[in-house]
Protein backbone atom coordinates (compact mmCIF):
# COMPACT_ATOMS: atom_id res chain seq x y z
CA UNK A 1 0.00 0.00 0.00
CA UNK A 2 3.15 2.39 1.08
CA UNK A 3 4.45 3.79 -2.57
CA UNK A 4 8.04 4.05 -1.94
CA UNK A 5 10.36 6.43 -3.24
CA UNK A 6 11.87 6.74 -6.67
CA UNK A 7 8.26 5.13 -8.39
CA UNK A 8 6.89 8.05 -8.79
CA UNK A 9 7.50 11.07 -11.17
CA UNK A 10 8.28 14.32 -9.46
CA UNK A 11 5.40 16.20 -10.18
CA UNK A 12 3.10 13.26 -8.80
CA UNK A 13 5.03 13.48 -5.87
CA UNK A 14 4.76 17.40 -5.43
CA UNK A 15 0.80 17.07 -6.04
CA UNK A 16 0.57 14.82 -3.31
CA UNK A 17 2.65 16.76 -0.84
CA UNK A 18 -0.53 19.63 -2.13
CA UNK A 19 -3.37 17.50 -1.81
CA UNK A 20 -2.15 16.55 1.28
CA UNK A 21 -1.92 19.59 2.60
CA UNK A 22 -5.03 21.17 1.42
CA UNK A 23 -6.20 17.77 3.21
CA UNK A 24 -4.65 18.14 6.45
CA UNK A 25 -5.69 22.27 6.58
CA UNK A 26 -9.16 20.93 6.39
CA UNK A 27 -9.07 18.41 9.00
CA UNK A 28 -7.73 20.76 11.37
CA UNK A 29 -10.16 23.69 9.95
CA UNK A 30 -12.70 21.20 11.48
CA UNK A 31 -11.17 19.91 14.49
CA UNK A 32 -11.03 23.63 15.39
CA UNK A 33 -14.43 24.28 15.03
CA UNK A 34 -15.38 21.38 17.49
CA UNK A 35 -16.37 22.18 21.73
CA UNK A 36 -12.44 21.28 23.11
CA UNK A 37 -10.00 20.01 20.60
CA UNK A 38 -7.69 18.74 22.45
CA UNK A 39 -10.03 16.34 23.88
CA UNK A 40 -9.32 13.61 20.58
CA UNK A 41 -5.39 14.13 21.24
CA UNK A 42 -4.80 11.19 23.35
CA UNK A 43 -7.02 9.04 21.35
CA UNK A 44 -5.35 10.16 18.07
CA UNK A 45 -2.03 9.34 19.74
CA UNK A 46 -3.17 6.06 20.99
CA UNK A 47 -4.45 4.86 16.70
CA UNK A 48 -1.62 6.69 15.44
CA UNK A 49 0.88 4.81 17.42
CA UNK A 50 -1.46 1.61 16.09
CA UNK A 51 -1.05 2.75 12.85
CA UNK A 52 2.51 3.10 12.63
CA UNK A 53 2.91 -1.21 14.12
CA UNK A 54 0.78 -2.07 11.96
CA UNK A 55 2.56 -2.08 9.10
CA UNK A 56 4.36 -4.54 10.39
CA UNK A 57 1.83 -7.55 10.96
CA UNK A 58 1.42 -9.38 7.27
CA UNK A 59 -0.62 -11.50 5.94
CA UNK A 60 0.22 -14.15 3.03
CA UNK A 61 -2.02 -13.23 0.06
CA UNK A 62 -0.12 -15.26 -2.61
CA UNK A 63 1.36 -14.00 -5.06
CA UNK A 64 1.94 -10.98 -2.56
CA UNK A 65 2.00 -9.93 1.06
CA UNK A 66 0.03 -7.45 2.48
CA UNK A 67 -0.07 -5.35 5.53
CA UNK A 68 -2.60 -3.63 7.94
CA UNK A 69 -3.78 -0.61 6.75
CA UNK A 70 -6.29 0.29 9.32
CA UNK A 71 -7.33 3.73 7.84
CA UNK A 72 -10.86 2.83 7.31
CA UNK A 73 -10.61 2.11 11.29
CA UNK A 74 -8.78 5.64 12.29
CA UNK A 75 -11.90 7.59 10.31
CA UNK A 76 -14.10 5.55 11.90
CA UNK A 77 -13.30 6.09 15.41
CA UNK A 78 -11.27 9.32 15.07
CA UNK A 79 -13.26 11.43 12.25
CA UNK A 80 -11.33 14.40 10.98
CA UNK A 81 -8.12 13.63 13.65
CA UNK A 82 -7.23 10.87 11.45
CA UNK A 83 -5.78 12.62 8.66
CA UNK A 84 -3.14 14.43 10.86
CA UNK A 85 -2.78 11.33 12.66
CA UNK A 86 -2.06 8.67 9.27
CA UNK A 87 -0.14 11.80 8.19
CA UNK A 88 2.13 11.64 11.54
CA UNK A 89 2.00 8.28 11.19
CA UNK A 90 3.81 7.60 7.50
CA UNK A 91 6.14 10.41 8.48
CA UNK A 92 7.63 7.73 11.48
CA UNK A 93 7.22 4.49 9.37
CA UNK A 94 9.49 6.50 6.48
CA UNK A 95 11.77 7.47 8.78
CA UNK A 96 12.11 4.78 11.15
CA UNK A 97 11.39 1.45 9.43
CA UNK A 98 12.05 2.95 5.67
CA UNK A 99 8.55 2.41 4.99
CA UNK A 100 7.31 4.08 2.02
CA UNK A 101 9.32 7.59 1.55
CA UNK A 102 9.88 10.68 2.19
CA UNK A 103 9.81 11.61 -1.24
CA UNK A 104 5.82 10.02 -1.74
CA UNK A 105 5.34 10.69 2.11
CA UNK A 106 2.52 13.19 0.21
CA UNK A 107 1.04 10.67 -2.00
CA UNK A 108 0.50 7.96 0.39
CA UNK A 109 -0.83 10.39 2.82
CA UNK A 110 -3.58 11.28 0.04
CA UNK A 111 -4.12 8.15 -0.63
CA UNK A 112 -5.00 6.93 2.83
CA UNK A 113 -5.37 9.94 4.80
CA UNK A 114 -8.47 11.09 2.35
CA UNK A 115 -9.83 7.83 2.05
CA UNK A 116 -10.06 7.42 5.73
CA UNK A 117 -11.77 10.71 5.78
CA UNK A 118 -14.07 9.41 3.51
CA UNK A 119 -14.12 6.33 6.08
CA UNK A 120 -15.63 8.44 8.43
CA UNK A 121 -18.56 10.28 6.70
CA UNK A 122 -19.64 6.04 5.82
CA UNK A 123 -19.48 5.70 9.42
CA UNK A 124 -21.92 8.33 9.93
CA UNK A 125 -24.21 6.46 7.90
CA UNK A 126 -25.10 4.73 11.01
CA UNK A 127 -27.03 8.13 12.32
CA UNK A 128 -29.39 7.55 9.26
CA UNK A 129 -29.93 4.01 9.84
CA UNK A 130 -30.70 4.23 13.94
CA UNK A 131 -28.04 5.56 15.85
CA UNK A 132 -28.70 2.76 18.51
CA UNK A 133 -29.02 -0.11 16.81
CA UNK A 134 -25.93 -2.46 16.97
CA UNK A 135 -26.70 -3.65 13.91
CA UNK A 136 -26.56 -0.82 11.98
CA UNK A 137 -23.47 -0.06 13.94
CA UNK A 138 -21.77 -3.15 12.78
CA UNK A 139 -22.44 -2.70 9.30
CA UNK A 140 -21.55 0.51 9.33
CA UNK A 141 -18.12 -0.01 11.02
CA UNK A 142 -17.29 -2.74 8.70
CA UNK A 143 -18.43 -0.67 5.22
CA UNK A 144 -15.93 1.74 6.98
CA UNK A 145 -13.41 -0.38 7.78
CA UNK A 146 -13.17 -2.27 4.10
CA UNK A 147 -14.29 0.69 2.34
CA UNK A 148 -11.36 2.92 3.83
CA UNK A 149 -8.64 0.14 2.58
CA UNK A 150 -10.75 -0.55 -0.88
CA UNK A 151 -10.53 2.66 -1.48
CA UNK A 152 -6.95 3.40 -0.76
CA UNK A 153 -6.59 0.20 -3.10
CA UNK A 154 -7.87 1.45 -6.02
CA UNK A 155 -6.52 4.72 -5.53
CA UNK A 156 -2.87 3.39 -5.23
CA UNK A 157 -3.51 1.13 -8.44
CA UNK A 158 -4.30 4.28 -10.26
CA UNK A 159 -1.41 5.97 -9.35
CA UNK A 160 1.12 3.25 -10.26
CA UNK A 161 -1.25 2.17 -13.54
CA UNK A 162 -0.71 5.74 -14.78
CA UNK A 163 2.54 6.37 -14.07
CA UNK A 164 4.68 3.10 -15.55
CA UNK A 165 7.98 4.23 -16.48
CA UNK A 166 8.37 3.93 -20.58
CA UNK A 167 11.84 2.09 -20.44
CA UNK A 168 10.64 -0.88 -17.96
CA UNK A 169 7.95 -3.84 -19.34
CA UNK A 170 4.89 -2.50 -19.07
CA UNK A 171 2.67 -5.91 -19.26
CA UNK A 172 4.91 -7.28 -16.61
CA UNK A 173 4.30 -3.79 -14.32
CA UNK A 174 0.41 -4.16 -14.88
CA UNK A 175 0.16 -7.62 -14.02
CA UNK A 176 2.18 -6.74 -10.99
CA UNK A 177 0.17 -3.93 -10.26
CA UNK A 178 -3.24 -5.96 -11.29
CA UNK A 179 -2.10 -8.92 -8.29
CA UNK A 180 -1.06 -6.59 -5.55
CA UNK A 181 -4.44 -4.80 -5.84
CA UNK A 182 -6.24 -8.09 -5.75
CA UNK A 183 -4.42 -9.24 -2.51
CA UNK A 184 -6.05 -6.33 -0.82
CA UNK A 185 -9.60 -7.67 -1.19
CA UNK A 186 -9.30 -10.15 1.27
CA UNK A 187 -6.95 -7.41 3.93
CA UNK A 188 -10.60 -5.11 3.23
CA UNK A 189 -12.55 -7.97 4.40
CA UNK A 190 -10.90 -8.67 7.58
CA UNK A 191 -10.56 -5.12 8.64
CA UNK A 192 -14.15 -4.26 7.81
CA UNK A 193 -14.69 -6.98 10.43
CA UNK A 194 -12.28 -5.69 13.12
CA UNK A 195 -13.49 -2.30 12.62
CA UNK A 196 -16.91 -3.84 13.31
CA UNK A 197 -16.08 -5.90 16.08
CA UNK A 198 -13.78 -3.20 17.75
CA UNK A 199 -16.81 -0.20 17.32
CA UNK A 200 -19.35 -2.60 18.94
CA UNK A 201 -16.78 -3.16 21.49
CA UNK A 202 -16.21 0.52 22.27
CA UNK A 203 -20.07 1.32 21.82
CA UNK A 204 -20.43 -1.12 25.05
CA UNK A 205 -17.55 -0.10 27.29
CA UNK A 206 -16.99 3.61 25.98
CA UNK A 207 -20.06 4.78 23.69
CA UNK A 208 -18.79 8.82 23.50
CA UNK A 209 -15.75 7.55 22.20
CA UNK A 210 -17.90 7.03 19.00
CA UNK A 211 -19.67 10.41 19.20
CA UNK A 212 -19.36 12.94 16.45
Known amino acids: ?17 ATAGAATWYALRKIN ?12 SLLTAAFLVASWIHIPIPPASVHLVLNGLLGAVLGYFAMP ?11 LFQHGGL ?10 GV ?13 V ?7 ALAVC ?8 IALAAAAVFTILFSTIPAHLDVQTERAGIYALTLAHVPLAVIE ?18 LED
Open 1 to 17: MHIPDGILPATVCLGGY
Open 33 to 44: HQGNPREGIPRA
Open 85 to 95: AILIGLFFQAV
Open 103 to 112: TTLGVNATVM
Open 115 to 127: TALLAHQIFQLRK
Open 129 to 135: LGASSRT
Open 141 to 148: GFLAGAGG
Open 192 to 209: GIFTAMLVLFLQKVKPEV
